[in-house]
């Protein structure tokens, strides 16, 4: 397993070529050797923050930085291999973070948004999808687990199989406080933590992820 903090940054190289009909890839790495995507048997995709490298405008970065993101979608979307997650194009470039992004998105589900000042300020718990598993943070009521199946249904809807959540513990009925395509995990116990990368590691070395498995020497992320 191998941890790739930027594709297109130096002391690593990748090529990748792309055509009408195919595209393919090839690494190498600091440690030295070329990888092939064939050699790859599964990718967990984590989304770069962008850092304002010293003695670049600001201006320039930011277009570095968004070609440097359009190249990683495109080559994630090219991979014959498991991959968590494939990210569609308004999910990767889209402000996620607003809520209202997801409304029109997560109300066919059964689910409602957070909406009035005291829904938001009642108290909320940390949930993630891991394919069809539901994994909640240590502490939260059991009568939330009734949103499961809505949960994981939205998270096929986007095509994704990792995505996190924050449910308020509301009166009427639990509530999406928030919607975390890219996963951080930071509010988490530790147990839960574990049991949550358990689940990542089974989903990359099994079927449990989108594409084909294959006899493959790497996972990536």
Request: charged share 25%.
């Amino acid at each position: 397993m191998r941890a790739i903090q930027d594709l297109y940054r130096s002391p690593s190289r990748i090529s990748w070529r792309l055509d009408s009909d195919t595209s393919s890839t090839r690494f190498r790495l600091k440690t030295g050797g070329a990888s092939f995507e064939a050699e790859i048997s599964a990718v967990f995709v984590r989304k770069s923050s962008f850092v304002h490298q010293e003695g670049w405008a600001l201006d320039e970065a930011t277009y570095v930085q968004a070609e440097k993101e359009a190249a990683l979608l495109g080559w994630i979307w090219g991979l014959p291999c498991p991959v968590i997650n494939r990210y569609p194009p308004e999910l990767w470039f889209e402000p996620v973070e607003s809520l209202e992004f997801w409304r029109g998105r997560i109300e066919r589900f059964d689910l409602e948004l957070v909406s009035t000042r005291s829904e938001q300020a009642a108290p909320s718990y940390a949930v993630v999808v891991i394919g069809s598993r539901v994994v909640w943070d240590q502490g939260a009521p059991s009568r939330l687990d009734s949103i499961n199946d809505s949960l994981v249904r939205f998270a096929e809807s986007l095509g994704l199989s990792y995505l996190e959540f924050r449910i308020t513990d509301s009166m009427r009925k639990p509530q999406v406080a928030a919607v975390e395509p890219f996963p951080k995990n930071d509010g988490f116990c530790l147990s839960s933590r574990r049991e949550i990368i358990n689940e990542l590691i089974g989903c990359l070395t099994s079927s449990k992820s989108a594409g084909p498995v294959r006899n493959a020497s790497d996972s990536w992320f």
